[in-house]
């Protein structure tokens, strides 16, 4: 028996020690891989000054707004602020160039005026109540509420291939400002190999195919843009296409009348921004604009609302459309925002000068953490998942 033994001890202590060794060469291997792993760690979360968030998530216009939709709930369209809707000139009929879907001059009295005015006030109503609400998970459901609910199924109507991703994020996005900048560029290619195309204000895309091509899935605008669109034959809206999805927010309550007006007579979708997307915007740039503001003039925080234009400060048109496209996209490319000393404001007009209610500095800030730290951007629930982010200059 114990002649028996010795080998298979023998072997079994050949077994170990080879075991071991293969273990330290396995460790020894893939050692790097480990200390990866510790790099690509979660980032802490960072530290927001409790000061300045309060601050932002105050909306020292609210006092203001409040009074103009009681007025507006109450059939008082006179005028509004610098911005007049074709309803607030105090008239009795609206302007003749505003018609309806058929075409005919609305009458302030008509039978078809009251039908749009129930509607309105229908409207303005739930958007005041859904603006007082605030969201931080808003950005985790706009794939359903905006893309799947209505362009998905636009476009989907009558064409099989889009059907697979219905529903589904896109996988790249191109987010096409206005800047002047663009001419120097040709990105008009790249722009439009994206499986998205979001585009701005309706800037115009004929004569410069090269700088920022052709394609567009979607036009988005602000309201100023329709109201000028209303007073058109049919509201004609549409320099990409009838067939494209337009998304708005509401720059005034007064607009919804517009959107009204106009909404009956389009093919594509036009869809209306939900408002606690619009305060979490807001939120979320003012809070960028009140660091800025402290760290490069060394001033009062207190004193940053006469910079900046009190309760006429706002997001630009292009942090709203980014923003949209950090929530349904993939991927997001931007093109078109910055500046130079020899460009233009926009690339399609003669504009030069920035408008002062839109901190710029501060949004560059914001896109610049896009790219390369989105956990320290604040309001947003910590579940939201940011896609990678790129900007072509």
Partial sequence: ???TLRPISSILLLLVIVGTLSVRVLLYRTGSFLSEAV???PPPKPVFNETLLKLASTDIAEPKL???IEELLEGNFRSRGRQRSFLSSGKYHIDARVRSARGFPLQLRSPEFYRLWLSFRRFLGDWWRKRRLFSPDLMSDLVSTVKASAID?????NNNNNKESMGKKYKSCAVVGNSGILLKTD????IDSHDAVIRLNNARTSSFKSNVGLKTTISFVNSNILHLCARREGCFCHPYGSHVPIIMYICQPVHFFDYLVCNSSH????????PRFDVLCARIVKYYSLKRFVKITAKDVAEWGAAHEGSNFHYSSGMQAVMLAVGICQKVSIFGFGKAETAKHHYHTSQKAELPLHDYEAEYELYKDLMERPHAIPFISDKFKFPPVVMYH
């Fill in 153 to 157: 199924k636009h476009y989907g109507k």
């Fill in 66 to 68: 409040k009074q103009e």
């Fill in 267 to 274: 093919k594509a979708p036009l869809i209306v921004t939900d």
């Fill in 1 to 3: 028996m114990k002649r």
């Fill in 187 to 190: 990105h008009g290619n790249l």
């Fill in 39 to 41: 790099v690509f760690q």
